[in-house]
């Protein structure tokens, strides 16, 4: 899409835009210039629109040379144009067309617009009605000296259209002193085969666009939290540790263990660790000799209730 000085215009081919190459802005004549593909038998229109100026406007499509009327536009707004005026209620389509080895060439017509469609807007003030232009007789040779292969603008079969309106405008120059209506902004597409565009270097393909790549899934982490009444939860248990009580033991015998972890707890009655063969008294030969106490070989737990790991 060009756009300079509140406006823009494109040239639509199968309803969509076509893409435009090598934009060009001369700022001193107000003119805005691209390349596009013509395609052979394709229709195409003429798009413009006023970005909300609110200045009337009249507008007029140069192809090769020939001038077609464009339409008005009250201050703002979208139009297009996509043929000429036959009857008030036929037209015959814009088309591209390639040149033949038969076609005339008209020799008399002007050649710095061939190739190109031009579209011309003019700021007016609308003064009043006035009956409708006569119907334009179209070119029924080439305008311009072209070659076969070349591209030109052609118009297709006559198709019907809404009725035209009987009358339009007479309008003056919007500008003070201007004696006739000006040319406020012009927009320029220079049309060749895709072709002549590629190998002079205007156009390039676009790299195709590599697939998307699917998101990798991020982790999801599993809190469970516990309900704010549960009490603390106790700490992991340790294993018991174990001590060897040396002695004087007799052969085909293993040395005796109690468990050295203090755990809370009221006084019980002891438990052995290890059964033995025989009641245990100071006589008893399987005794530890080395301890004092009557009751070496028992797990002693703590009378208190203070005792830790």
Not at 216 to 238: D, F, M, N, Q
Not at 262 to 270: I, K, L, N, W
């Amino acid at each position: 899409m060009l756009t300079h000085r509140g406006f823009s215009a494109w040239i639509v081919v199968d309803g969509k835009p076509l893409p435009e190459y090598l934009i060009a802005i001369n700022g001193r004549k107000n003119i805005v210039s691209c390349w596009i593909p013509s395609e052979e038998g394709k229709n195409f229109a003429v798009h413009w629109k006023d970005h909300g100026g609110k200045v009337d406007t009249c507008s007029f499509i140069t192809l090769d040379g020939f001038v077609v009327p464009g339409r008005f536009l009250f201050g703002e707004g979208t139009t297009f144009r996509e043929g000429v005026r036959t009857s008030p209620s036929t037209e015959r389509p814009f088309v591209f067309q390639k040149v033949d080895e038969t076609s005339e060439a008209l020799s008399e017509s002007s050649t710095k617009d061939v190739g190109m469609i031009t579209l011309r807007i003019k700021r007016v003030s609308r003064v009043e009605a006035r009956p409708a232009n006569p119907m334009q007789e179209l070119p029924t040779t080439l305008l311009g000296k072209r070659k076969a292969g070349d591209f030109r603008i052609s118009f297709g079969n006559e198709k019907v259209t809404p009725e035209r309106h009987g009358e339009t405008w007479s309008v003056v120059a919007h500008d003070k002193g201007s004696k006739k209506p000006e040319t406020y902004v012009s927009f320029v597409f220079r049309y060749r085969s895709r072709e002549f565009l590629e190998t002079q270097g205007i156009a390039t393909d676009p790299e195709p666009e590599p697939a998307p790549t699917p998101p990798k899934r991020a982790p999801v982490r599993r809190i469970v939290s516990a309900p704010l009444s549960a009490p603390p939860l106790a700490p992991p248990r340790k294993k018991a540790k174990l001590a060897v009580i040396p002695g004087h033991l007799g052969p085909g015998h293993f040395p005796r263990v109690y468990d050295t972890r203090r755990a809370v707890s009221c006084r019980g009655e002891p438990q052995k660790l290890y059964p033995l063969p025989g009641p245990l008294t100071p006589d008893s030969p399987w005794a530890d000799s080395a301890d004092s106490s009557p009751v070496v070989g028992y797990g002693q737990l703590s009378s208190g209730t203070d005792g830790t790991d």
